[in-house]
């Protein structure tokens, strides 16, 4: 169960993270494009990024790689 939520929460901060990124890259202020007016879009999409990245890890820590042995009988 808490692997679900891991990756719906990982999922879910990589979308806000795109979407605010896009929010940030086509700011406009009086009709004109001004990056840095929506800075904080810039920082909401970085901390959402690094939690899309610690959700992976900790996903990918939970499920090490462990080589299970094929028995072959005759």
């Known amino acids: ?3 679900i939520i891991i990756i719906l929460a990982g999922l879910a ?3 806000i993270a795109v979407w605010q990124l896009l929010v940030f ?3 406009k202020t009086n009709g004109l494009p001004d ?3 929506g800075v ?3 920082y909401i999409s970085i901390v959402c990024f690094v939690v899309a990245v610690t ?3 900790v996903y990918f820590i939970r499920h090490p790689r462990v080589e299970e042995e094929i028995h072959v009988t005759k």
């Open 40 to 42: 904080n879009h810039l």
């Open 1 to 3: 169960m808490r692997d």
């Open 55 to 57: 959700c992976v890890v």
């Open 25 to 27: 890259v086509g700011y």
């Open 13 to 15: 901060a990589l979308v």
């Open 35 to 37: 990056m840095w007016a």
